[in-house]
């Protein structure tokens, strides 16, 4: 057994093949899983690595393969619980994968998240992109330079760019049929930017959804908020003060419902009694305010590996961007739930 004297630099890929007491091809094929080695094999050089304290020189390698086993992240708000709460997901499969994470905050500045992209390019494998800017102009350059990238929650209408996403159509349909079920007469819809996909999506599924119930367009009131609590604060102060009479309000994030629970007490409307108030996300914090959030549930984890294995696919075997479409669910608390008197 060959024991690495103190101080004499750090291990190299030549001391665990010793150690292990292989070929130095299969050791950094068992490290790197390039070609097939068998287990007995694999078990050995796992182990000398670990007892060496050996570290891969990412640098060397990316010079060797082309690539830097490193992925760039660009999301527009990390204090956000949904993105937050995928960011998490996604940090820990990169951790088990031996990818680094270039994490970008644009802080939905559309200039930032555009220069942010064209600096990764040069330096990340792929890039999964959270975007609240989905214009093509934005992701020539990244693209025209063959950059991998998958988009996150917000689409992309566009050649090239994998996707996933949720049904956002569909969460906005059952939105409006659960509301009108749980006895809302006059509707307020609490959208997001104009910009944004989801929003644009998840209001239109509203919309369907209360015309297919036999809903007049006209007891629909809708008012444009940030997805923020304070955007909900806000845009339910609007809503109110216009239409008092909603007595039904579907907001495009959670973030917007609980502002405007929050708002709606201030202003001496009880919710659900006086207002139904049903989100979208299902955030942790919707099922801990009191009254507990009325929700559309998104597969958060399972849409952050989905696209953490889509990139890296796309990264390391090439091949056609796919769109991955989840489906969501309806999530009853006590939001939506008036108490009848007998």
């Known amino acids: 057994m060959k024991i690495v004297p103190p101080g004499r630099g750090p291990v190299t890929l030549r001391d665990v093949a010793e150690h292990a007491q292989v070929s130095i091809a299969t050791a950094s094929n068992a490290l790197t899983g390039a070609r097939r080695v068998g287990p007995d094999s694999v078990e050995r050089v796992l182990r000398s690595a670990a007892e060496l304290?050996?570290?891969?020189?990412?640098?060397?390698?990316?010079?060797?393969?082309?690539?830097?086993?490193?992925?760039?992240?660009?999301?527009?708000?990390?204090?956000?619980p949904f993105w937050a709460g995928m960011v998490s997901v996604i940090e820990g499969l990169a951790d088990e994968s031996?990818?680094?994470?270039?994490?970008?905050?644009?802080?939905?500045?559309?200039?930032r998240e555009s220069a942010s992209l064209t600096r990764l390019a040069g330096s990340v494998d792929g890039?999964?992109?959270?975007?609240t800017n989905p214009r093509a102009?934005?992701?020539?350059?990244?693209?025209?330079?063959?950059?991998?990238?998958?988009?996150?929650?917000?689409?992309?209408?566009?050649?090239?760019?994998?996707g996933v996403y949720s049904d956002?159509?569909?969460?906005?349909?059952?939105?409006a049929e659960h509301l009108v079920d749980a006895g809302g007469t006059v509707f307020g819809l609490l959208a997001g930017p104009a910009s944004l996909t989801t929003a644009a999506q998840r209001s239109a599924g509203f919309a369907a959804g209360l015309a297919g119930r036999g809903v007049d367009p006209s007891r629909l009131h809708r008012v444009t908020a940030p997805y923020s609590f304070e955007g909900g604060r806000e845009g339910v102060r609007r809503m109110l003060d216009r239409h008092p009479e909603v007595d039904a309000l579907f907001a495009c994030t959670d973030n917007q419902a609980i502002g405007a629970t929050f708002e709606a007490h201030d202003l001496g409307r009880l919710v659900p009694d006086d207002l139904l108030v049903c989100g979208f996300d299902d955030i942790s914090w919707a099922s801990r305010?009191?009254?507990?959030?009325?929700?559309?549930?998104?597969?958060?984890?399972?849409?952050?590996?989905?696209?953490?294995?889509?990139?890296?696919?796309?990264?390391?075997h090439g091949g056609a961007p796919e769109v991955t479409v989840f489906p969501v669910s309806l999530v009853e608390r006590a939001s939506t739930r008036r108490v009848t008197s007998v």
């Open 53 to 80: 304290g050996y570290r891969p020189n990412g640098v060397a390698r990316s010079l060797r393969t082309g690539l830097h086993r490193s992925i760039g992240l660009v999301i527009p708000d990390v204090t956000n």
């Open 98 to 111: 031996g990818f680094q994470l270039s994490l970008v905050n644009t802080g939905f500045d559309a200039g």
């Open 127 to 131: 890039v999964l992109l959270f975007s």
């Open 137 to 162: 102009t934005m992701l020539a350059p990244a693209l025209g330079g063959g950059l991998p990238i998958v988009a996150v929650d917000e689409g992309f209408e566009l050649e090239g760019i994998g």
């Open 168 to 175: 956002n159509v569909g969460g906005g349909r059952l939105a």
């Open 289 to 316: 305010i009191t009254p507990a959030l009325t929700t559309l549930r998104q597969d958060s984890a399972g849409m952050a590996r989905r696209a953490f294995e889509q990139l890296v696919e796309l990264v390391t």
